[in-house]
Antibody, heavy 116, light 110 residues
Framework: QVQLVQSGAEVKKPGASVKVSCKAS????????MHWVRQAPGQRPEWMGW????????KSSQRFQGRVTITRDKSASTAYMELSSLRSEDTAVYYC?????????WGQGTLVTVSS | QSVLTQPPSASGTPGQRVTISCSGS????????VYWYQQLPGTAPKLLIN???QRPSGVPDRFSGSKSGTSASLAISGLRSEDEADYYC???????????FGGGTKLTVL
């Protein structure tokens, strides 16, 4: 069965960076794009960007350009999202989501807390 | 301010039919597919409706989607207590070159 398993919760100080991983299993990793979506407490989901897992091409939301880096390791069937220059407003649950006619499978989420 | 606008809340009694609206523009709903997600507390969103009115495997046929112009709707018939959740619409936005989500509708089953 398809599974996306993300890395554990993180606590970071303002100005630091965080890197979240998303390990895929149960399907051919390179057959589907992978997206990153975050959700602040009580807020709507917010799309951050995606990676073409086959060729590594990426696109990120204008809101995060310059701060977000999305990569993948095909050999490990794992996608990564790194967000830099963290601020308190970046406190949220970060999800990876497979695109298969909408976001059909999601990771369990990774809570990133930014606090001094 | 969300690009896609949903009512913040909706409610119904068991067995009733409820609809949740999602209003957008020509750059998102007007020109692209609309997707609906259900989110239970503390869990990741779950895809309910994909391309127009297709349901992923395991989603009951009590859930249906529709679209007209720059608006879309999710209908839930035969309401059940387990349908109590947050519901989000989403679509690709050509102007923003990105995915946008609605503000969410909290459904209460009375």
């Amino acid at each position: 069965q398809v599974q996306l398993v993300q890395s554990g919760a993180e606590v970071k100080k303002p100005g630091a960076s965080v890197k979240v991983s998303c390990k895929a299993s149960g399907y051919i990793f390179t057959s589907y794009d992978m997206h990153w979506v975050r959700q602040a407490p009580g807020q709507r989901p917010e799309w951050m960007g995606w990676i073409n897992t086959a060729n590594g091409n990426t696109k990120s939301s204008q809101r995060f350009q310059g701060r977000v880096t999305i990569t993948r390791d095909k050999s490990a069937s794992t996608a990564y999202m790194e967000l830099s220059s963290l601020r308190s407003e970046d406190t949220a649950v970060y999800y990876c989501a497979r695109e298969g006619g909408g976001f059909d499978y999601w990771g369990q989420g990774t809570l990133v807390t930014v606090s001094s | 301010q969300s690009v896609l606008t949903q009512p913040p809340s909706a409610s119904g009694t068991p067995g009733q039919r409820v609809t949740i609206s999602c209003s957008g523009s020509s750059s998102n709903i007007g020109s692209n597919f609309v997707y609906w997600y259900q989110q239970l507390p503390g869990t990741a969103p779950k895809l309910l409706i994909n391309v127009i009115n297709q349901r992923p495997s395991g989603v009951p046929d009590r859930f249906s989607g529709s679209k007209s112009g720059t608006s879309a709707s999710l209908a839930i018939s035969g309401l059940r207590s387990e349908d109590e959740a947050d519901y989000y619409c989403a679509a690709w936005d050509d102007s923003l070159s990105g995915w946008v989500f609605g503000g969410g509708t909290k459904l209460t089953v009375l």
